[in-house]
């Protein structure tokens, strides 16, 4: 099998390519991201969110979406719920990008998918998730992801196998997602559908449990916390990866390594992104 480029590649691709996407941004669409052997669609007006990853013909996604809760919030809100508007989506081949207002911040989220070869059920998808302070006053903001992966056999292992990365495992196909800029970082759960998207939803605060393991409808969350100084960004970097083997996983020196890098392209990126807003 023709191996899939490391995530290391992805992220860079993601970064540096600036997404000087051609054309106007399509408002309020179903965003459809292709590359080789890999589709997604992404539907950014409701918690279906990334609702279809196909990775030759097998469609591996159910659900992945992001809710937020800011220190004043008594609850977490998904990013698509009447506490945001949706202010930009564009989208071209593998790249997209969508961004949220919410009261004092924003929320950018680019995607960037690397499919693989024709038949080798491979592909990748880079995430970047930006959370701006546009007040006057620091803020804390708690950012959930949830995963709800759906393999044919219907039976499936969630396992994190460090606080940063978590495996999908079911009928011989592997799904790995790497967090690779750990600040912030705080909680993790594995658990059985609907258990986390439940909590997510109950208006009532969520902090996840750090359980690491889960076995059927296996779903699982991460749980950043920050307090961001007023004009400041911080930034959440991840990579998800769905392979026939079983995909490496990075040792905490490589992703210190990623980071350095991931830190000088972010500045070159910085730089463009006025210019993709303006497109």
Known sequence: M??????????????????????????????????????????????????????????VMYQQWFWIRSGSDTHEYSVDSSNFNLTAESYSGGRGLLAYAGHGYTTTIRFSLLGGSPGSNAADLSEIISLKNTGT??????????????????HDTVQFLNPYSVQ?????????????????????????????VNSLNDNSITTLSDSNYAVGDATWAFQWEKTIAPGSTFTITKDINVVDPPPSIPEPASVLLLGSVLAVVCFTFSRRGAAFRSA
Request: charged fraction near 10%; hydrophobic fraction near 45%; glycine fraction near 8%.
């Open 137 to 154: 006053a620091a803020l804390t903001l708690d950012f959930f992801q949830y995963a709800n992966i759906v393999f044919s056999t219907g």
């Open 168 to 196: 999908q495992t079911a009928g011989g196909i592997y799904l790995n997602e790497t967090v690779v800029n750990t600040n912030g970082l705080v909680h993790h759960e594995a658990n059985v559908y609907p258990r986390v």
């Open 2 to 59: 023709r191996p899939l480029p490391n995530i290391t590649r992805g992220l860079i691709r993601l970064l540096a390519t600036g997404f000087l996407l051609a054309g106007h941004p399509v408002w309020a669409d179903i965003m459809t991201l292709t590359s080789q052997n890999s589709v997604i669609k992404i539907d950014p007006n409701s918690q279906a969110g990334v609702y279809d990853w196909v990775v030759d013909g097998t469609d």
